[in-house]
């Protein structure tokens, strides 16, 4: 019995520890989705799970776990590379869209916008 209590213990202080890190970024999430170019948002837990989304659920499910794992692909590659060094954000553009993962030891963000291509200029004669 002690040690389901314990167990529950652990995981209600892992919650209020994971609370207080969204609730802090929140301000950040709220400029996010006020950009007329983003498509969506999801926030995952430290498994990848969507806990904040504005995708549908089978969407959220697919890039939690897809982009995810290519954040830690991305930050174990960063580490061999300079164990000092951390990925702040992960940016990747795509003829369609800009992906923005954001990892963090608690969650992770990840936004979804409309890609922003520049026009070339003309070169005046």
């Known amino acids: 019995m ?30 996010i989705v006020n950009d007329e170019s983003v498509e969506g948002y999801v926030m995952t837990n430290d498994q990848g799970t969507p806990i904040l989304t504005t995708f549908t659920s089978g969407a959220a499910v697919k890039f939690g776990a897809n982009l995810q794992q290519l954040g830690l692909m991305a930050s174990s590659s960063i580490k061999d590379l300079d164990t000092l060094d951390e990925i702040i954000i992960l940016r990747m553009v795509t003829k369609k869209y800009e992906i923005m993962v954001a990892p963090h030891s608690d969650f992770n963000i990840m936004v979804v916008q409309h890609a922003r291509h520049k026009s070339k200029k003309k070169k005046m004669e």
Do not use: Y
């Open 2 to 31: 002690s040690s389901a209590t314990g167990r529950l213990k652990a995981k209600d202080e892992n919650l209020i520890k994971m609370t207080t890190s969204i609730n802090k970024s929140n301000p950040m999430i709220d400029r």
